[in-house]
């Protein structure tokens, strides 16, 4: 495709369930981010992949969040034992030079 | 200190309005810059680079002051498709190849 894709676009989940979210960024772009962006509010940095660098995980809130990026292509971000807290949208974006663009995002609910 | 700061706004304007966005951001070794547009309930999408020339797209103007870090956007003869949050973006902040986003600023174009 010629856009970024992430996998699910809604998931509701159960409090404590663990969740895996999926992106497949643009063809040829050498880094890509995590954010997530809660109801009325602005974007939350969580994670970014440069190539083959070691991954910036300064915006991870609490140790129940990872993500992986597999093959310098598609990226997993999972969260362990959901909280109520996680509910947002979580948006992946990838970049060759800065220019950055997102997927539509997963609306995370977790009941 | 947050590495971009916008005002929040609300903007409520009159369809044909001149209004105008800034915002500033902290490190001075930031080295592109940029303004997003997000819809309502979408992902955030590229609307414009910022050059320290200033450049003009269509109704849009944006402007860079580096001496001040310090970043515009003017949006002439408002209409009513114009509103959205407007996000002020910084590229190469604190870590270099993140992109650091503001909070964005409501705009509402009325009839």
């Known amino acids: 495709g010629a856009g970024v894709s992430q996998s699910p676009s809604n998931k509701v989940t159960e409090k404590g369930k663990d969740v895996e979210l999926r992106c497949d960024p643009i063809?040829?772009?050498?880094?890509l981010y995590w954010y997530r962006q809660s109801l009325g509010q602005g974007l939350e940095f969580l994670i970014y992949f440069q190539g083959n660098s070691a991954p910036d995980k300064s915006g991870l809130p609490s140790d129940r969040f990872s993500a992986e990026r597999t093959g310098g292509s598609v990226s997993t971000l999972t969260i362990q034992r959901t909280q109520q807290e996680d509910s947002a949208v979580y948006l992946c974006?990838?970049?060759?030079?800065?220019?950055?663009?997102f997927g539509p995002g997963t609306r995370l609910t977790v009941t | 200190r947050k590495e971009v700061e916008q005002d929040p706004g609300p903007f409520n304007v009159p369809e044909g309005a001149t209004v105008a966005f800034n915002c500033t951001y902290s490190?001075?070794?930031?080295?592109?810059f940029f303004w997003y547009r997000q819809d309502c309930r979408k992902e955030p999408k590229l609307l414009m680079s910022?050059?320290?020339s200033g450049n003009e797209d269509g109704r849009f103007t944006a402007q860079l002051n580096r001496a001040s870090q310090y970043i515009s956007l003017l949006i002439r003869d408002s209409k009513l498709s114009d509103s959205a949050t407007y996000l002020c973006v910084v590229w190469g902040g604190s870590t270099l190849g993140r992109l650091y986003f503001g909070r964005g600023t409501q705009l509402t174009v009325w009839p």
């Open positions: 974006a990838s970049s060759l030079q800065g220019w950055q663009y």
């Open positions: 910022v050059y320290s």
């Open positions: 490190n001075s070794a930031s080295q592109s």
């Open positions: 063809s040829g772009h050498t880094a």
